[in-house]
């Protein structure tokens, strides 16, 4: 990855041609945002939207094939990674692609564009083909259902992949020209109290109104991210080392909602009490 990041940094036809190869490779075709955002977090506007405009040729074919998040991830991360440039806040930069990932998906799923049905229609022939309700023990999905969990599966995957981009171009900033500035930033990463007690709010309502009905699963990501963020900090404060993160993961994996919950729970709560900074005390006694 080290070398991905200094050859696309060693010009503008280099980057180019690395945003026009990825974005054209399923399954590490969200590499190409991250170089449109590697490039506009170390050289600014003019040169990401540039970047951009490149990512935009193999984004647009796979929107014509279908694919409705490529197009939009382009303008989420490179938006994104700008605010980053300029606040030198990764939790401003999270939080707005929140923002741009759920007017997106309202705006995708109100107007039915294409790659929005193609994934609709696609869900319901699964659906009919595994004969899904009479295997497990839940009521038979309504129409209307169908739509809402298509909804949370687009705006998920939006947000997830221009999270796991962003995140990525940090890190390469970091690998190559602040050492350690990626460990020590993420570490520091907490949501504002404002902000946290907001989508907790959207969450618990989420029930009653389709609109936000529909972005439950990409409301939890910028408070899981925090979460993810309170865990690496502590492990580093309290000096428990890499095997103890590794624990961790397996034990995210395994036990799904049960952790999952009670971290974004934790995650809340520390925007309110700063547990990094009460366990660092703890450290130094």
């Known amino acids: 990855m080290r070398a991905l990041a200094e050859y696309v940094m060693r010009g503008r036809r280099n980057a180019a041609m690395a945003i026009m190869l990825f ?34 040729l193999p984004a647009i074919y796979f929107w014509r094939e279908g694919d409705g998040v490529a197009l939009p991830l382009i303008i989420v991360v490179l938006v994104s990674s700008l605010v980053l440039r ?37 869900f319901k022939q699964l659906l009919a083909k595994v004969e899904l309700n009479k295997q497990i023990t839940m009521p038979l999905l309504e129409p209307e259902h169908y739509e809402l969990l298509v909804a949370n599966f687009y705006s998920l995957s939006l947000g997830s992949m221009a999270l796991l981009a962003l995140l990525v171009a940090r890190w390469w900033q970091a690998m190559l020209y602040n050492p350690g500035g990626f460990q020590q930033e993420f570490h520091q990463l907490r949501l504002p109290p404002l902000w946290a007690t907001g989508i907790t709010a959207l969450l618990l309502t989420a029930g009653a109104n389709p609109l936000t009905g529909s972005l439950v699963l990409l409301l939890t990501l910028p408070i899981l991210i925090a979460g993810l963020a309170l865990v690496h900090g502590g492990v580093k404060s309290l000096g428990a080392g890499r095997r103890s993160l590794s624990v961790f993961y397996i034990a995210l994996f395994m ?21 990094r900074r009460r366990l660092k005390k703890i450290s130094r006694n």
């Open 255 to 275: 036990l799904g909602p049960y952790l999952y919950i009670p971290l974004l729970v934790l995650a809340v709560a520390d925007s309110f009490f700063d547990f």
């Open 86 to 122: 300029r606040t030198i806040s990764l939790e401003f930069a999270v939080l707005t692609q929140l923002v741009i990932a759920a007017i997106t998906t309202v705006i995708v799923v109100e107007f039915k564009f294409l790659p929005y049905e193609m994934l609709l229609d696609v």
């Open 23 to 56: 974005g054209f490779i399923p399954f590490v075709s969200w590499l190409s945002p991250s170089i449109v955002a590697l490039v506009a977090l170390r050289k600014g506007i003019s040169e990401g939207v540039l970047m951009a405009l490149w990512a935009l």
